[in-house]
C-alpha cells in the first residue's frame, strides 16, 4: 500500500451466481468483540436465516462476516440495522456509565462536606 492511502474498512463479497441475499462483509481492523455484537444484533431480526462470523487468521485483524436472509430482504439492511442498534446499545452503556460515575463522585462530594 503506497504512504497516504487509506486502508478499506469494509468490503462486500458475494460469490458469482449468488444474489444479495446471501453477502460475506469483510470488516478491516476488527476481531471478536465487534463480529460476535454484531453477529448477536443482526440474529435478533426474524427476516435473517443465517449470520455467523470468523476470523481469517490470529495474526490478521479482520473478520468475515456473513448474513443470509429469507424473502426479498437483501443482506445489507440488516447489517446497517445491526451496526446502528450496536451503537444504540452502546451509547446507552456509555451514558449509564457517566451518570453513574456523576452520581458517585457526587455522593463522595457531600460524604466529604459533611464531616467538616
Known amino acids: 500500500m503506497a504512504?497516504?492511502?487509506?486502508?478499506?474498512?469494509?468490503e462486500m463479497v458475494q460469490a458469482a451466481g449468488t444474489d444479495r441475499h446471501c453477502v460475506t462483509f469483510v470488516l478491516h481492523e476488527e476481531d471478536h468483540?465487534?463480529?460476535?455484537?454484531l453477529r448477536y444484533m443482526i440474529m435478533k431480526n426474524?427476516?435473517?436465516e443465517f449470520c455467523g462470523y470468523t476470523t481469517t487468521h490470529?495474526?490478521?485483524s479482520k473478520i468475515n462476516l456473513r448474513i443470509q436472509t429469507r424473502?426479498?430482504?437483501p443482506a445489507v439492511e440488516p447489517f446497517q440495522r445491526g451496526l446502528n442498534e450496536l451503537m444504540n446499545v452502546c451509547q446507552h452503556v456509555l451514558d449509564k456509565f457517566e451518570a453513574s460515575i456523576?452520581?458517585?463522585?457526587?455522593?463522595?462530594a457531600s460524604r466529604?462536606?459533611?464531616t467538616f
Open 102 to 108: 456523576k452520581e458517585y463522585k457526587d455522593q463522595k
Open 71 to 73: 424473502g426479498a430482504l
Open 112 to 114: 466529604n462536606e459533611s
Open 3 to 10: 504512504e497516504g492511502e487509506r486502508k478499506t474498512a469494509l
Open 58 to 60: 490470529p495474526s490478521e
Open 46 to 48: 426474524p427476516e435473517v
Open 33 to 37: 468483540t465487534l463480529g460476535n455484537s
